[in-house]
Each structure stands twice: as C-alpha cells, then as structure tokens.
C-alpha cells in the first residue's frame, strides 16, 4: 500500500522583520546575517498568533469538507507548546470542525517531533486505509531581545495531510533514527526562553547527520546519486548547507553535487523569508523545494535530514508521484509580498509583549486588532479562548 502526504499547506503571521534592519539595530554587519546565516527576514507574530491558530490556518489551506469528516487523528509537533497538559491539537480540532470520532494528540522532542508524527500517521493509516491523519508541525523560535540566537527566530506553520494513494509523495520504508543524550538546546519549564550551546548544537546537528546518513545507507544498501534531492532540518539555512557540503564531500561526481546543490537553494527559498520555526522547518524547506523547482520529476526521490536537539535524528526518503505539481500553490511569493514590514520598535514591542495574566489568571489582549482567520481572544480565568473570525 503506498502511503504519504496527500496534501501540504504553509500558514505564516502577516508581519515580518527585515535581518538587515536588526543587525544594524544590534551594531552588527548586516552580511553577517544574509550571508553568514543566509537570513533575510522574520516572521513576527502578535500574541493574538501563537501555534493554535497558525496550526488551524495551515490546516483550513488544504482540507475540503470530504476531509474534515474523514479525518480520524490530528497530530501536532511542536517545542512551542502553549499547556502542558490539554494538546494544542485538540484546539486545532475544534476551530475546524473536524468530526468528533479523532484521536488527537501532540509529539515534543525539540525540532523533531513531526517526524515522528508523520511514522505514527503512517502506520496508522497503514492499518486503517480509509483513514486520513492531520499532522501540523506548528512552532514560534523566540529567543529574547539581543541574545545571541535573535537572529535566527521565526514563526509558522506546516500542515500535512497523510493517506494512502497520497497525491504528492509516497513515504518510502526506509528510516534510520539516532539517539544521544546531549545538552545542545533546552528550556526547562521555568524559562520563558532556551538555553543553546551554539558551537556545540552545531556540532552535534553536522555529527548525527554524517552518523545516521552512513548507517542509512548501508542499511538500505543507497549511495548518494540514488536521490535527487536532500532536504535538511533549517534552524537557518546556512547550517543545512553545511550539512549538505558534508555529505558532498565524498561524492567524485561533479553532476550530482551541482543537482543536489540547486535543488538545495530552491529548499531555502521560503525558510529565507521566515526564518526558524523549529518542527517545520524541516517541512517547509520541502514545501519550498517541491513549489519551486523546475526539474523534479514523477519517481524522484528526495532525502530528509530531521534533527531535534537533546538529540534525536532522523534520515527517510519520500517519492515523488504523477500529478503532484497539481496539489501545490504556483504563487506563494504573493503572500510572503503581501505581509507586512515592521520596524524595530515594532517588533519588540510586539514579539516580546507582556503575556503574564493577573491575579484571576486574564489576560486582555482586546487591543489588537489582528483580522485572522483564528485568533486567540483572550486568556480568561487562566482558560485561552480562541475564536474564528469568518
């Protein structure tokens, strides 16, 4: 049975920072963001945005009616989790309308929780053919202001849609996970921010990737030259080219580096203008590629480089099948165009804002006037209360 992503949609807040306004705003050369991170701007979300409503907009993109009464399991990856209790996916299932006969849950394991979540779908749907599986990865990269990861925050979401005879790609039984027990990235329950080793998590990124890679090739018996795409894990896009360099250097054949290379800068594209957004960064740089490049073809097989800090990797392949093209959007570009750009002081004020509720546990966030299609309202005796606009 072939199974896979049916359909993939992209949801973003509508505001965004250029990285040359922030580095000249931090005393920094600009072209240490655009070209030594190969950043160019930031999502910014308001506090009316947060992975809920980014998670639900990602999901209306792409679910028809036929969809939202099929669906059986809604999975949500994410390190930005709003409740350490009440799943962000059970949100997400009640802002859309899903039928109520789902299983919904939601994967942490830094940035790699929806990888596991597409493996769960799979299997699911392995069993249940009929069924189709949500899997959001949904995430807002937030840092603090003048710390040293600023640079590299962001805010969306990926939706997937996993069925069998999937209409983009077929999830191929391949996967080779890794596991280490390292302290490279965290936030402890008490933070409002992460702790990074910066030298360090790159480090491990480059070192579970050269690990798993090699063992993902003997065990399914691969050598480069069988993908025609790798896509890797993007905390900025400049640390997924050096895990791509890496796997190049060994490769003789100057064909296949130049291949693998374009297709590379077409899977940054989107990521470029977004910045990092944890769990889905990883999915958008294959949304990217698939939307953007000219020379993939039916059959093509692309690599996946999954990386979540603490640390657990992943490499597994996907197919692409016939007709694809038809299930993405041709003129994204038109809303990272339509978005909005804010200043400095903007994004300060509005990334950073005060969410702390008072004594009763409110918080009154009536003030912004964000015309969304789901927003969060407010926070009302410590309850967060979502509402869809239209």
Not at 205 to 219: H, V
Request: glycine fraction near 6%.
């Amino acid at each position: 049975m072939k199974i896979g992503i049916d359909k993939i949609g992209f949801a973003m807040p509508k505001y965004y920072l250029d990285i040359r306004d922030l580095a000249t705003a931090r005393g920094i050369e600009p072209d240490k963001f655009t070209k030594g991170l190969l950043q160019l701007e930031m999502s910014i979300p308001p506090v009316s945005q947060d992975i809920v409503t980014l998670g639900a907009q990602a999901a209306f993109e792409i679910l028809d009616k036929e969809d939202l009464e099929k669906i059986d399991m809604i999975i949500v990856g994410t390190e930005s989790g709003i409740d350490q209790s009440k799943a962000s996916s059970v949100f997400i299932h009640g802002l859309l309308d899903i039928q109520p006969f789902v299983r919904a849950i939601e994967v942490k394991e830094a940035c790699y929780g929806a990888t596991a979540a597409l493996d769960f779908a799979k299997n699911h749907v392995m069993n249940n053919p009929e069924s189709r599986v949500l899997v959001i990865a949904s995430d807002i990269a937030k840092y603090g202001i003048k710390s040293s990861g600023e640079s590299t925050q962001g805010a969306g979401s990926c939706a997937m849609l996993i069925t069998s005879n999937p209409r983009i790609l077929e999830l191929n039984n391949d996967n080779v996970c890794l596991t280490r027990d390292v302290m490279d990235f965290w936030r402890p329950n008490y933070s409002q921010y992460a702790f990074v080793e910066g030298k360090f998590s790159t480090e491990q990124y480059l070192g579970c990737l050269t690990t798993t890679w090699d063992k993902y090739l003997e065990k399914n018996n691969k050598q480069l030259s069988d993908f025609d795409a790798i896509c890797l894990h993007l905390p900025y896009p400049k640390l997924g080219l050096k895990g791509l360099n890496t796997l190049l250097e060994t490769e003789a054949d100057d064909a296949i580096k130049e291949k693998l290379s374009k297709r590379f800068n077409e899977s940054i594209l989107y990521s470029q203008r977004v910045g990092n957004i944890y769990t889905g960064s990883l999915f958008l740089g294959l949304l990217s590629l698939l939307e953007n490049s000219t020379n993939l073809n039916p059959g093509d097989k692309i690599a996946l480089y999954s990386y979540g800090s603490g640390a657990v990797a992943e490499i597994f392949s996907m197919t692409l099948v016939p007709g694809y093209e038809k299930q993405l959007k041709q003129n994204r570009f038109d809303e990272f165009n339509s978005r909005t750009r804010i200043s400095i002081e903007e994004y300060e004020e509005m990334f950073f804002r005060d969410t702390t509720v008072d004594s009763e546990g409110n918080l009154d966030i009536s003030d912004i006037k964000d015309d969304s299609r789901f927003v969060l309202e407010k926070i009302e005796n410590h309850k967060r209360i979502y509402k869809k606009q239209f």
